[in-house]
C-alpha cells in the first residue's frame, strides 16, 4: 500500500465483496419468491425516506417467516468470515467447528459462532441437504452422506466461508 487513498480502495472493495456476498446468501436461506417479496416490502416503505440494515432484514423476515436479523447479524456487525471445518464423526454424522478465517493463516481467537446454513450434495444426491450451523462445534446427521463416496459443503457456493474437509473425506 503506497498510499492512504489505496487503503480506502482496498477496503471499499472488500467491504462490497462482502455485502454482495452475504446478500446472496441471505437470497439462498429465504428462497427466490420471499427474497423478490421482502425487497419489495422494503423499497416500498422506505422509498421517500432513510433506512438502515435492520430495516431490510425486518422486510425479508416478514416476507420469509424466518429470522433474518439473527441470521445476518454476525455477517454484517463482525469482520471476516468463518472457516468450517468438516470431519466424518460415524456413516452419517458430521463433525463441524468453525474459527474466524485470517489470510494471515494466524489462529484467531475470536470467539464468534457464525450462523451458516449449509448445502450437501454427494455422489447419493445432487438435491442439496441444508443443515443450519449455530454453534462453533455440532456434530449434525446428514442423510446423504451415508454411504457417499463423496460429499460437498456449501454446494453451489451461496454460503460467505470456506470449507475445511478432514483428510478421511478429502480420499
Not at 477496503?11 to 446478500?23: N, T
Not at 423499497?43 to 445476518?72: C, I, P
Not at 438435491?127 to 443450519?132: Q, R, W
Amino acid at each position: 500500500v503506497a498510499s492512504s487513498a489505496q487503503i480506502n480502495e482496498i477496503f471499499e472493495a472488500i467491504s462490497y465483496c462482502k455485502g454482495a456476498a452475504v446478500i446472496r446468501m441471505v437470497f439462498e436461506y429465504i428462497g427466490e419468491e420471499a427474497f423478490r417479496k421482502g425487497l419489495n416490502i422494503y423499497l416500498k416503505r422506505h422509498q421517500y425516506s432513510n433506512a438502515v440494515t435492520t430495516d431490510l432484514w425486518k422486510a425479508f423476515s416478514e416476507a420469509s417467516g424466518l429470522e433474518v436479523a439473527d441470521f445476518m447479524n454476525n455477517w454484517t456487525q463482525k469482520v471476516g468470515y468463518p472457516v468450517l471445518t468438516i470431519s466424518k464423526e460415524s456413516e452419517d454424522k458430521l463433525k463441524i467447528s468453525q474459527e474466524r478465517f485470517l489470510s494471515s493463516g494466524e489462529k484467531d481467537k475470536d470467539s464468534t459462532a457464525w450462523w451458516c446454513n449449509v448445502a450437501f450434495i454427494s455422489d447419493k444426491s445432487s438435491a442439496a441437504t441444508k443443515i443450519d450451523l449455530k454453534d462453533k462445534d455440532s456434530v449434525v446427521t446428514v442423510d446423504i452422506a451415508k454411504g457417499a463416496k463423496w460429499l460437498k459443503a456449501n454446494a453451489g457456493q451461496a454460503g460467505f466461508y470456506r470449507i475445511k474437509y478432514s483428510d478421511e473425506l478429502l480420499a
